[in-house]
């Protein structure tokens, strides 16, 4: 499920990025630190798009962008699987 709305959140970010900023699905992708695929502007909006898609998709409201995410050792926004995992355990959390 989380898979399926990360990659429609990748498709509407590229819509928003010039050709040479687009980014593919790849759970190894780096989001965030030295370089990574996504500027900041980006990545906010990546995150924003998940969140909406979430809402809209699934009914389930979560903050991706959190002092739990901002407290952990190993930042979950590393990459497209750390992100991946951390929406998943938030969206546990709600059930």
């Known amino acids: 499920m989380i898979k399926d709305i990360i990659k429609e959140a990748i498709e509407e ?3 928003q990025l010039d ?3 687009k980014i ?3 759970e190894n992708l780096k989001l965030i ?3 990574a695929a996504l500027n900041s502007m ?3 909006t990546f995150v924003t798009i998940v969140e909406e898609l979430l809402e ?7 903050e991706i962008v959190s002092d739990k995410a901002f407290s952990r050792e190993h930042s ?4 497209i699987q750390t992100f991946e995992e951390f929406v ?3 969206i546990n959390e709600k059930e």
């Open 13 to 15: 970010l590229n819509e």
């Open 76 to 79: 979950p926004f590393y990459s």
């Open 88 to 90: 998943e355990e938030l």
């Open 19 to 21: 050709d040479d900023e």
């Open 56 to 62: 809209e998709k699934q009914d389930i409201s979560v």
């Open 24 to 26: 593919e699905y790849d």
């Open 33 to 35: 630190g030295k370089n």
């Open 42 to 44: 980006s990545f906010v």
